[in-house]
């Protein structure tokens, strides 16, 4: 198992249920029902992707190559996509309206899930 994949996970699934609830309590009552539904969704694949890196890490020790590449994309990926969408669906409240140029940052992050599960398979495909 690898130590750095698990660490990182489980910070970024701790942030994930963090957020989850910030998003369930404390903006319930703040944000437009449209607002709140792109919070969640930022909210499920930060948790989706934080189940792919630990089962990335079940691949040991590797930290190069495919795996450490899988590795990178779903944590920029968590970063960009999710990351975008919490900052996109606050932006009202926050009055930052400038938050908006954050919207083209979202499909990158998709891309990166797409290209962590893509490397991902390869990386299974090639273990011995």
Same mark, same amino acid.
């Given at each position: 198992?690898?130590?750095?994949?698990?660490?990182?996970?489980?910070?970024? /699934? %701790?942030?994930?249920?963090? +957020?989850? %609830?910030? @998003? &369930?309590?404390?903006?319930? &009552?703040?944000?437009?029902?449209?607002?709140?539904?792109?919070?969640? +969704? &930022?909210?499920?694949?930060?948790?989706?992707?934080?189940?792919?890196?630990?089962?990335? &890490?079940?691949? /040991? =020790?590797?930290?190069?190559g495919l795996t450490y590449a899988s590795y990178w994309l779903f944590t920029l990926g968590i970063?960009?996509?999710? /990351?975008? #969408?919490?900052? #996109?669906?606050?932006?009202?409240?926050?009055?930052?309206?400038? #938050? =908006?140029?954050?919207?083209?940052?979202?499909?990158?992050? @998709?891309?990166?899930?797409?290209?962590?599960?893509? +490397?991902?398979?390869? %990386? %299974?495909?090639?273990?011995?």
């Open positions: 198992m690898n130590k750095k994949i698990v660490i990182t996970a489980a910070l970024l /699934g %701790a942030l994930a249920v963090i +957020t989850g %609830a910030f @998003g &369930a309590h404390g903006l319930k &009552a703040k944000l437009e029902p449209q607002q709140l539904q792109v919070w969640g +969704t &930022a909210v499920q694949y930060h948790f989706y992707h934080v189940l792919a890196l630990l089962f990335l &890490a079940t691949f /040991g =020790r590797v930290t190069t970063l960009f996509f999710s /990351g975008s #969408l919490y900052l #996109l669906s606050c932006s009202s409240i926050l009055g930052w309206s400038w #938050l =908006r140029v954050l919207g083209p940052i979202t499909p990158i992050g @998709g891309l990166l899930f797409i290209g962590g599960w893509v +490397t991902l398979a390869l %990386a %299974a495909w090639k273990q011995k």
